[in-house]
């Protein structure tokens, strides 16, 4: 049996998330995108992180950072609460080293750049 994709969206995931996070294939909108994402801390993979981040906004993030918020949160489920072509709207539950429940709420926007997407920024709910 194929383990479920930690996005939720119900698919396995290598077909969902690990396709993109492996490099085979590219996200086709903003919300596939967000959607690796998450999957991307859950899987504790900082680089897909950082590449998947425009470029002018890496340098706001660090490596060590993503990698230690990821390995210490206990990443519970992604809940998607809107959408549009360019923005994410979500709620990810995970619990912290403390066993408390943290729902990180947050508005994501999104670029399309020489044809791949690229998160831009942040702004927490």
């Known amino acids: 049996m194929s383990e479920l994709c930690p996005c939720g969206t119900g698919s396995s995931f290598a077909l969902c998330c690990g396709r993109f996070i492996a490099g085979?294939?590219?996200?086709?909108?903003?919300?596939?995108?967000?959607r690796s994402r998450y999957s991307a801390y859950v899987k504790n993979d900082p680089e897909y992180i950082l590449?998947?981040?425009h470029s002018?906004?890496?340098r706001y993030y660090s490596r060590?950072?993503?990698?230690?918020?990821?390995?210490?949160?206990?990443?519970?489920r992604l809940e998607i609460t809107a959408v549009t072509d360019a923005t994410v709207e979500f709620k990810a539950y995970y619990s912290d080293p403390e066993e408390k429940i943290i729902v990180h709420h947050e508005f994501s926007t999104f670029?399309?750049?020489?044809?791949?997407?690229?998160?831009y920024e942040g702004e927490a709910r």
Request: glycine share 2%.
């Open 64 to 76: 060590k950072a993503i990698e230690r918020w990821a390995a210490e949160s206990s990443w519970l």
């Open 56 to 58: 002018s906004q890496r």
């Open 24 to 34: 085979k294939a590219f996200p086709s909108t903003a919300e596939e995108l967000m």
């Open 51 to 53: 590449a998947t981040t």
């Open 111 to 119: 670029v399309f750049e020489n044809g791949r997407w690229y998160f």
